[in-house]
């Protein structure tokens, strides 16, 4: 009765340190993801990435959180030297990253997505 006891008490504060964790994790999760801006990908013919121009602070670490609505893409900023992971249809891909220079820079799509993949673009504005 005395080890039931004492498990049944550790069990307790398992569950309530796993519960006070979880909602800090949870916030955590949702506060990065507030600070992401999203950008939709979509081939050329189906309107190109969406927002298809995006500001973002110099000095500050940027997020983007990047889906797809059609076929898997890749996002490349060429002058910055940043790579998404594949961007598949209905799944997020972060890329979280710092702008040290302002300016506008071009995002490309690195994946062929298709016949006017070379058009898949968007840009970034750094201010
Ligand atoms: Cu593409």
Redesign the pocket.
């Known amino acids: 009765m005395k080890k039931l006891e004492i498990f049944a008490n550790i069990l307790i504060v398992l569950v309530l340190v796993g519960t006070v964790v979880g909602i800090f994790v949870y916030e955590g999760i949702l506060e990065s993801q507030r600070e992401c801006v999203t950008i939709r990908f979509r081939q050329y013919e189906r309107g190109n990435p969406t927002p298809n121009t995006v500001h973002l602070k110099k000095g500050e670490e940027a997020c983007l959180r990047l889906t797809s609505e059609d076929t898997t ?1 890749g996002l490349n900023i060429p002058d910055m030297k940043v790579y998404s992971e594949p961007i598949h249809p209905g799944k997020w891909t972060y890329v979280r990253f710092t702008p040290e220079k302002s300016g506008t820079y071009s995002f490309v ?1 690195t ?4 016949p006017m ?1 070379s058009r ?1 673009r968007g840009k970034l504005i750094v201010e």
């Open positions: 893409h799509c994946i062929v997505c298709s993949h898949v």
